[in-house]
């Protein structure tokens, strides 16, 4: 700002355009150390988001690790064919998108009514302490619980002592072996691991609701339920909207680290998801070109997902995203 | 406010049972944990049986020893140490940096500048193309492959620049008109006001950092250069008994199993997390605050 304007009212400017140009490269040379700090970031941009995003293209070549990318001979859409031709397909999608639908369906509205209930807690100090504790499992890394589930699932495990000692089963189950259990096991262990860092931006949000509204709800009669339902809740209505497009745009995202920690040859048929697909052809079976290709379809329709969402919510209460 | 109200009776029992299930929550969170803990302090063989829920049945350290004494865990340690350290210090130094530069309004070219990074947001080339783009820097097996590629974020980038916003100019220009250029401006006047989004950052990064085990499992094959993260992953996820031999080192005794040492090596890893969590605590939530308001 300061530049420019001292620029300008120093230099009288027989024609704009060239005047312009100086002022453009006075004002350059003037914020010479700025433009540095600033192209840093933007090479770093580049490199590690642009020159990936030039890379798919090998999706539509037959790529092999010895040629470079340019050199190797395009084939079109073949590897998307090969995709849709692959007997693995069907049962990828089904596991992407149903522990996706069951993520949403459950671990999506709990932390909000954890967010509700933690709001009427009446003693601040026991809020703060279960604040605490409900956002420490946040911090732990998938590694870590990956290891705490198989020693609580373990043959000797806290779960088969307990439902043998109830009598409810006789031998001990290997959970993790079980493809019918590892679905319950994604969703829980998720939800255990996320509720109290996801209600974190509620409780934001119901902070910021107006105390009049509570009181006017309290002379209108309003009990303790009525308010959360009537006042709370589409208090936080634009919240929940937004945070509801970026889940439904993350659809596609199974959680990768979690599946690829607690996923084994046995419980493969629920286990194989687009990501850990992708993982698996690409960098352990070194099939570049085909894993590239698969990535690429997801990725498109996450982007619709995104869009659609975002239209959606626009329509139905004025917030979005963009 | 809520004060003006008469408790009624279901007011009463409304407050009892959130309670109960507030204190049922707290419960389901920190058991597992526990669970853990009280087991790697069993004895190996023992523990073996099962049935240890509330406290350790026979009491061992053997577990912690032998894993203090495993080179293996220790070197992978050590690198866990080096990445996070360093891997954060740069990561907060460079994306302030940049979204200081960018938050400058007279800066020319700035709206495409911040585009290119918007759009970043929403696009990238997925795993296959940006494992070739790190092959190709020679980054594979590569201490700097923890580094370099995680030294800048466009999300923190946003944090950042929205806190920066709020610096009043004044600050600025009195330092500029003592003769400082921008670098010395960002380094001397904004990262010590900035203190708070820098310790939030800091402390996301670093969880990061310290929590990140798929750049060791892809991009390292060296064992000597992999984090402690990874690690475990090998021998958690893949149980990998050659590992776990390379784990115990001779003169260990019996009481040991790998069972056991998986356990201690966990509580091991967790501890700094643990530790250092409720003195982050306030920032990060601050922290978090800052990012969802423009986010």
Redesign the interface.
């Given at each position: 700002m300061s530049a420019k304007l001292g620029a300008e009212l120093t230099q009288p400017q027989p024609h704009i355009s060239e005047g312009k140009q100086r002022t453009l490269l006075r004002r350059l040379l003037n914020q010479k150390y700025l433009q540095v700090m600033a192209l840093l970031g933007v090479a770093w941009i580049i490199i590690f988001s642009y020159i990936p995003m030039y890379g798919v293209i090998i999706a539509f070549k037959q790529y092999v690790i010895t040629h470079s990318i340019s050199d190797a001979p395009w084939v079109g859409l073949e590897n998307f064919k090969a995709f849709l031709d692959d007997d693995e397909l069907p049962k990828v999608i089904w596991n992407t998108l149903g522990m996706s639908f069951f993520k949403l369906l459950i671990g999506f509205p709990l932390p909000i009514l954890f967010a509700l209930f933690l709001n009427e807690l009446r003693s601040l100090r026991l809020k703060k302490a279960v604040q605490t504790i409900s956002y420490l499992p946040h911090f732990l890394s998938w590694v870590i619980l990956g290891g705490i589930l198989a020693t609580w699932l373990a043959d000797v495990g806290i779960i088969n002592h307990i439902l043998m000692g109830l009598h409810i089963i006789k031998e001990p189950i290997s959970y993790l072996a079980e493809p019918s259990y590892f679905w319950s096991i994604i969703i829980t262990s998720d939800i255990w691991k996320e509720l109290g860092w996801s209600a974190i931006i509620y409780l934001a949000a119901i902070a910021g609701v107006s105390p009049d509204l509570y009181e006017a709800a309290t002379i209108d009669g309003a009990g303790r339920f009525q308010k959360m339902w009537y006042v709370t809740l589409p208090g936080i209505k634009g919240t929940v909207s937004i945070l509801f497009i970026l889940a439904i745009s993350g659809v596609l995202n199974s959680n990768f680290d979690q599946i690829l920690v607690l996923r084994n040859s046995l419980n493969e048929s629920a286990s194989n998801v687009i990501d850990i697909y992708v993982y698996q052809t690409g960098l352990v079976n070194s099939r570049y070109s085909y894993s590239a290709a698969v990535g690429l379809i997801k990725s498109l329709i996450a982007l619709v997902l995104l869009l659609i969402a975002n239209s959606v919510s626009k329509k139905l209460n004025e917030t979005s995203l963009f | 406010?809520?004060k003006?109200?008469r408790r009624t009776a279901?007011?009463a029992t409304?407050?009892a049972i959130?309670?109960i299930?507030?204190l049922a929550?707290?419960f389901?969170?920190?058991y597992?944990?526990w669970?853990?803990l009280v087991?790697s302090f069993n004895e190996g063989q023992d523990a073996?049986?099962?049935?240890i829920?509330w406290w350790p049945r026979v009491f061992s350290i053997e577990s912690y020893q032998a894993v203090f004494k495993s080179s293996g865990i220790m070197t992978a340690m050590g690198v866990t140490v080096a990445k996070t350290l360093l891997g954060t210090a740069l990561h907060v130094f460079?994306t302030a940096?940049?979204a200081?530069?960018?938050s400058?309004?007279?800066?020319?070219?700035?709206k495409v500048?911040i585009l290119?990074?918007t759009v970043?947001l929403?696009?990238?080339?997925?795993?296959?193309?940006?494992?070739?783009?790190i092959r190709d820097?020679h980054l594979l097996d590569n201490f700097l492959v923890y580094i370099i590629?995680a030294?800048?974020n466009?999300f923190d980038?946003i944090i950042f620049m929205t806190f920066f916003r709020e610096i009043p100019d004044g600050l600025e220009?009195a330092a500029?008109i003592d003769g400082a250029?921008?670098?010395s401006i960002?380094v001397r006047i904004i990262i010590p006001v900035s203190m708070p989004v820098i310790a939030t950052i800091a402390l996301f990064h670093g969880?990061y950092q310290?929590?990140?085990?798929?750049t060791g499992m892809?991009y390292i094959n060296n064992m000597d250069l992999q984090p402690i993260?990874t690690y475990?992953?090998r021998i958690?996820?893949q149980s990998s008994s050659n590992q776990m031999a390379a784990a115990m080192p001779g003169g260990i005794s019996k009481n040991v199993t790998s069972?056991s040492i998986?356990?201690a090596t966990?509580v091991v890893?967790?501890m700094p997390?643990?530790l250092a969590?409720?003195f982050l605590?306030k920032y990060f939530?601050k922290g978090?605050?800052i990012g969802?308001i423009k986010g």
């Open positions: - | 406010m809520l003006l109200n279901g007011d409304f407050d959130n309670v299930i507030m929550v707290c389901v969170t920190l597992p944990i669970y853990v087991n073996m049986r099962g049935g829920y460079f940096m940049v200081y530069a960018f400058r309004r007279e800066l020319v070219g700035q500048y290119l990074g970043t929403f696009f990238n080339g997925g795993l296959i193309p940006y494992y070739l783009l820097l590629p030294m800048f466009f980038l220009e500029r250029n921008d670098l960002f969880v310290w929590n990140d085990y798929f892809i993260q475990l992953y958690v996820a069972q998986k356990l966990m890893t967790t997390i643990v969590y409720p605590q939530v978090l605050m969802s």
